[in-house]
């Protein structure tokens, strides 16, 4: 198993521009997780999903959109980027049973200018 | 989620062992203690997790205390590959329950 993969590792985005930031796992898990993380902080919960079709706020969701179609895809997409947004952004996810570790990805590190 | 406290940081020898403590007094009785760490430029992974029993695997032992206000995080033979940050994150076991990431503790593994 490749676990959860991201793509793309590094972007640089221009203010107002967009984009959507790749999640895929192949572990067959229900839930998924968008978090970021500030340069020395800890991670802040964007947006997650307990399944295919649906999706729910965390606690920084402002800017960001989700959508959850498959199982395996979890994308999260930058409507109108902006220098606050620029963060190392980690997906994850975990398996609705007796035990519910969150298994990351390598993260993707943007910097919006 | 109960709110954790931990050192900001700290060295240890390779080859001893790493002792992580972690204070958690306002811990409910069906929140678990989880320990995850991230080594530099990647994504956290997963240590270990305990209720109130002391919890060994092969990465690491977790030792709660009786009042489980507190609990320890031993690494029993540092290595250079665990120079990481580790974090005790106190949270109700359910899948789909977020991680809530503290500052953490800073670990340096020296040779």
């Known amino acids: 198993n490749a676990g959860v993969t991201q793509t793309p590792k590094f972007r640089i985005l221009k203010i107002g521009q967009s984009m959507t930031l790749q999640c895929t796992q192949d572990?067959?898990?229900?839930?998924m997780y968008w978090y970021r993380q500030d340069p020395g902080m800890g991670l802040k919960l964007i947006y997650y999903s307990v399944g295919a079709g649906i999706t729910d706020k965390g606690e920084v969701p402002n800017g960001y959109n989700v959508s959850r179609s498959t199982t395996e895809d979890f994308p999260l997409r930058l409507e109108l980027a902006a220098p606050s947004q620029t963060s190392v952004y980690f997906c994850?996810?975990?398996?609705?049973?007796?035990?519910?570790?969150?298994?990351f990805g390598p993260g993707t590190r943007l910097t919006v200018l | 989620d109960a709110k954790t406290t931990q050192p900001t940081s700290m060295d240890c020898a390779e080859g001893r062992a790493a002792n992580l403590p972690c204070n958690h007094s306002t811990i409910s009785g069906n929140e678990y203690v989880y320990w995850y760490r991230q080594i530099h430029s990647q994504g956290p992974q997963y240590i270990i997790h305990?209720?109130?029993n002391n919890e060994t695997n092969e990465m690491a032992s977790l030792i709660i205390t009786e009042d489980r206000k507190s609990s320890t995080l031993i690494l029993p033979h540092a290595t250079l590959r665990d120079t990481a940050v580790y974090y005790c994150i106190v949270r109700v076991k359910a899948a789909g329950n977020k991680l809530t990431f503290g500052g953490g503790t800073r670990v340096l593994v020296k040779p």
């Open positions: 572990m067959n898990h229900n839930y």
């Open positions: 994850a996810s975990s398996y609705q049973g007796s035990t519910d570790t969150q298994y």
């Open positions: 305990g209720l109130k």
